[in-house]
């Protein structure tokens, strides 16, 4: 399966002959569905040009920590909150020394340091640099921090000897990058996911609504299948393609969510209440048209049901996670809702200015009872699986764990 659709993969090229198939790795990822940004090293681009890197990934090639014009336009910092993942390769024994003992003394090694979404490398080189304890000690020391480590393969080397440290080929390169997203913790888990605003009608043609855009529970939905889930998606109207996977189920009001989450949350375990739910609805709705008779109206509204609260007060409830979006006293607020919800756990964020709803970036405070956690500001779709991380951590450690039990007799009925 590819994990890669739209996935920001940065892809660093360091100086070594095999950086003349990055040509090839760029243009695969991108034929995946990636967005692909490419940082080189000086010496890199001594083996295959800037230009030809940037027409294969459609942006321009970072290549200078000290250049202050391309600091402004797209920093380090920016290019490491940019990328869902990291794949450097070719990566030569001299770049994975660097990254070894965390040097930040050119771009790619400092958008490494500063990055915290997972990083893969396709060590190249000669059999014998690949051989020496230095080399061997250094790669050691990356993968016991989650470094991925792809190759290399054996074979002819381009000097001419034959042994390990040719680097994988693109296609194996891809299929490597794709497997990190799949990371399995929710493995055989049932997780539920509502997204998007709700409608509330007034009349045939007019509706109360919100700014929701529904890409926060979209990443959260495909975030929890990539984690291995079996995963229901209840979404309000938005124009958004249902994720690989994923069963979506659309629906209007907060009435018919309500029904909805009601239904297809006995077989959940996880339930995470991304949507945007409509408080209040009409009193009435009108059956016709309203027509402007008068120079004032006003609309009598009653509350919806708030279904996060009552999945959290089911006898058999599954582990909650809602969302809490903030104008201010942002950790307060959370923290109440959290309490006033019944619910396991509360991702806090600030809406408004370019952040939350309705844009692409968001940043997180999530709650817990024993802990909490800042997920600063990155795309939806990397915080989605941060927060997923969190949630299958939570629980774990949770005593909605036995839910399985009743999943399974359900199966087996
Ligand atoms: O109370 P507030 O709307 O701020 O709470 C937000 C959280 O509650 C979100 O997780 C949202 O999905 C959920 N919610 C709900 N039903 C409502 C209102 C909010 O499930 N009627």
Redo the contacts with the bound molecule.
Sequence with gaps: MNYLNGKHILVGVTGGIAAYKSAELVRQLRLSGAVVRVVMTTAAAEFITPLTLQALSGNPVHTDLLDTAAEAAMGHIELARWADALLVAPATADFIARVAEGRANDLLAAVCLACDAPLAIAPAMNRVMWKKPATGENLAKLQAGNVRVLGPAEGLQACGETGPGRMLEPEELVAGLSGMFQTGVLAGRQVLV?AGPTREAIDPVRYLSNRSSGRMGFAVATAAAEAGAAVTLISGPVSLATPAGVRRIDVES?ADMYAAVMQAVTVADIFV???A?A?YRPALVAPQKLKKESAESSLDLIR?????AAVAALPDAPFTA????ETEAVETNAQN?RLA?GVDMIAANRVGAGQGFDSKENALHVFWEAGEQVLPVTGKGKLARQLLDLIAEQFQNSCHQGKVIKFNAKDSA
């Design positions: 509502t907060a209440s991304v949507a739910v408080d919806n049901p708030d279904i996060l809602g969302f809490a979006a809702k919800k």
